[in-house]
Nanobody, 119 residues
Framework: QVQLVESGGGLVQAGGSLRLSCAAS????????MGWFRQAPGKERESVGA????????NYADSVKGRFNISRDNAKNTVYLQMNSLKPEDTAVYYC????????????WGQGTQVTVVS
């Protein structure tokens, strides 16, 4: 398993941008699909999107499509979540997670980073 640490959260005004980072330990980062999730107060955790091991393929939730972008730098063992045109409803704790190729469930999770969007 990999150990994951998120950073980059904070308070931002609606319409603004933030970039979250997720640093992974271990030598096998490039073999993991990386996902971003979020959980707002009183709501269930939801998927934001994911990126395949090579970085060549991504997918996004409809609610963030066109505003958020996931990228990764396998040389730095880091995955990013660029969030643009932020809305108050994007307020949540954001988590990154990792799953190995061919495995359905995410086996490693970060501690989360708070993103608060104010209008």
């Amino acid at each position: 398993q990999v150990q994951l640490v998120e950073s980059g959260g904070g308070l931002v005004q609606a319409g603004g941008s933030l970039r979250l980072s997720c640093a992974a330990s271990g030598r096998t980062f490039s073999s993991y699909t990386m996902g971003w999730f979020r959980q707002a107060p009183g709501k269930e955790r939801e998927s934001v999107g994911a990126i395949r091991p090579s970085g060549g393929s991504t997918n996004y939730a409809d609610s963030v499509k066109g505003r958020f972008n996931i990228s990764r730098d396998n040389a730095k063992n880091t995955v990013y979540l660029q969030m643009n045109s932020l809305k108050p409803e994007d307020t949540a704790v954001y988590y990154c997670a990792a799953r190995r190729i061919g495995v359905i469930e995410y086996s490693s999770w970060g501690q989360g980073t708070q993103v608060t969007v104010v209008s």
